[in-house]
């Protein structure tokens, strides 16, 4: 098996050790939505009653659909792209559109780690910079030690900090202000960091994920022995395990849990499809699988446990309950948790090791995102590209540069609501757009009797009646449901009190078609090149491909052939080559 494998794409690089791939995959599962998203999800959802629409999402459509995409990856040893132009020629957008929602996505999620990286070179000095209201940026109605007697108008100095000195932001969208030279250089390291990680493909970010996917659990586990330990921790903590059962009864709690899986595993964004790609053809993808998921879950526990103890420690010191604090977006690890360090013992040196486990968390998750780009624009378009960049750094540097100057809106003094308007319409409109025409192209068109017979191939042994029903059944309909539900009681995007004007969410449904727009677009196209009939361009364009690794030595590579002619001529051959690369 392992010969064919080399006929098949004899210059594809594979992981130096599996752990690697094991650890990028949790690098990429584990990032700064289980310290933010999370809590926040949880927070607002009832505490304890979210981790059961959470956990049951997790078992019938996080792990299945993991599941999935790693082994067509895997198994077909390319990049979403290619896999969904394999898998379905009708639905072959999708894998275009996982690219663009990728390249959306880490345009503006490098922004987080932008800040994560300011707050951590401000955290260098005896006293921290949102520890009192002695700073130019306070204003009057700032209070270093917020109580429930604080008047209604005042701010709290942590507030201030983040407001009024990091981003200097507008009133809102109708003034975009000026461009925030500091955020700009940071953010050009930050782009820098994530170029020097993935420059050399997965044989550089083999070595980087050792530190990047595991450091974060030194952190959290030292930051909670020191959270529980303070008064009010324990509230925090109730809040958090303790379930509102009434909350169940909101159709939102369900439809943002199954967000929260797709995006915290990577469910549609094509991440792990392109890294599994890098896999040994036997290797065991089920176990990855369940370590990836699990694993992503028991981090979101336990920063959930990190958070709402310090929540329990604010609302002990303002004297108000946790319902009250103010949470909302990233204001709750750049805002509520650094007030809460402002109190603590030694607040500098746990402030510097809470936001380097951001940067950690942020930059692997980051690198993963740009790999899709890489990989599938490398498969489909590799000898082109050839041309203009002789060698993969170039190429490398070329993308970041250009997902870089795209990153510049957000650094400006408006680039706060442009954050929170790109995050709203893009982590839940289309990725569930996304994942639905994944599903119904894989699990349906493709089928899972072709899913369990190429992981029969891999390793010897087709998936069990769990998955099939979970493919066949459960994420379908579910998936169905919940993008109907998420469409009725959709809610236009908002900023603390600030509601986004008429126009400004417009602008938000275009960013969301930005890339759900590649899914008709595909379809369109591979009609119009189809030879044939409607009817029978319809019949061939659900017709799966299945790739002929022996076949793409003589050809050069990168064909696919119909499953149904094991036997097929050279003209046969060179047609189809033809047909697979016009699409």
């Known amino acids: 098996m392992e010969a064919d494998m080399k006929l098949h794409d004899p210059h594809r690089p594979t992981w130096s050790r599996q752990i690697e791939f094991t650890l990028a995959g949790i690098g990429m599962a584990v990032g700064l939505g289980n310290v933010w998203r999370f809590p926040y999800l949880c927070y607002r959802s009832g505490g304890g009653a979210f981790l059961v629409p959470y956990v049951f999402m997790l078992v019938v459509l996080g792990i299945p659909l993991l599941y999935m995409e790693l082994l067509l990856g895997q198994y077909m040893r390319r990049g979403p792209v290619q896999v969904l132009k394999n898998v379905c020629p009708l639905l072959k957008g999708v894998g275009l559109a996982s690219v663009a929602i990728s390249f959306i996505m880490c345009t503006y999620y490098n922004v987080v780690i932008t800040w994560a990286l300011y707050y951590m070179f401000s955290s260098f000095r005896t006293t921290l910079p949102w520890q009192d209201c002695n700073n130019t940026w306070n204003t009057q109605n700032c209070t270093s030690t917020p109580t429930n007697s604080s008047g209604e108008h005042t701010s709290t100095a942590s507030q201030e900090f983040f407001n009024l000195k990091m981003l200097q932001r507008t009133s809102g969208l109708e003034d975009s202000g000026t461009l925030r030279w500091e955020l700009l250089l940071i953010l050009l390291l930050a782009w820098t960091m994530i170029y020097l990680c993935i420059f050399k493909g997965v044989k550089s970010t083999g070595k980087v994920v050792y530190f990047t996917a595991l450091f974060p659990y030194v952190i959290l586990l030292a930051l909670l022995i020191n959270n529980v330990q303070l008064p009010g921790a324990l509230e925090g903590i109730k809040f958090f395990i303790i379930p509102e059962w009434e909350k169940l009864l909101s159709m939102e709690v369900w439809v943002n849990a199954a967000a929260q899986i797709f995006n915290s595993i990577g469910i549609g ?204 059944i459960v994420a379908p309909v579910l998936i169905t449901v919940i993008l109907i539900f998420s469409i009725i009681q959709f809610k236009p995007a908002r900023y603390e009190d600030y509601v986004f004007p008429g126009w400004a969410q417009g602008v938000g449904w275009v960013i969301a078609l930005g890339s759900i727009i590649w899914i008709p677009l595909g379809a369109v196209h591979t009609l119009w090149v189809l030879p044939g009939s409607i009817t029978e361009k319809l019949r061939q364009s659900i017709t799966p491909y299945a790739l002929d690794r022996k076949s793409e030595l003589d050809l050069g590579g990168g064909e696919t052939v119909h499953p149904a002619s094991p036997a097929i001529t050279s003209e046969a051959k060179t047609e189809n080559f033809q047909f697979q690369t016009s699409l």
């Not at 946790?322 to 402030?351: H, R």
């Not at 780009?373 to 041309?387: A, C, I, P």
């Not at 409109?429 to 992981?455: D, H, M, N, P």
């Open 269 to 472: 964004f094509g991440s792990l499809m392109s890294m599994s790609s890098y896999n040994s053809f036997n290797n065991n993808v089920l176990k990855d699988t369940l370590t990836i998921a699990i694993v992503n879950s028991l981090t979101s526990l336990l920063a959930g446990f990190v958070i709402f103890s310090a929540f329990g420690y604010m609302s002990h010191l303002q004297g108000i309950h946790i319902k009250d604090l103010a949470v909302d977006g990233p204001g709750l690890v750049f805002v509520v948790y650094p007030q809460a360090f402002a109190t603590m013992p030694l607040a500098p040196l746990w402030a510097v090791m809470f936001f380097f486990m951001l940067l950690c968390l942020g930059l692997d998750s980051e690198f993963c995102m740009v790999e899709v780009m890489v990989t599938s624009l490398k498969d489909s378009y590799g000898k082109q590209l050839n041309r203009y960049f002789k060698r993969k750094e170039l190429f490398v540097l070329a993308v970041c540069s250009v997902a870089f100057l795209f990153g510049i809106p957000y650094v400006m003094q408006v680039g706060i609501y442009v954050f929170q308007l790109m995050d709203h319409y893009t982590a839940i409109v289309s990725i569930l757009f996304l994942a639905f025409f994944e599903v119904i192209a894989t699990c349906w068109i493709y089928g899972v009797k072709r899913l369990s017979g190429c992981l029969e191939e891999m390793t010897g042994k087709g998936a069990n009646i769990y998955f099939k029903f979970c493919w066949l």
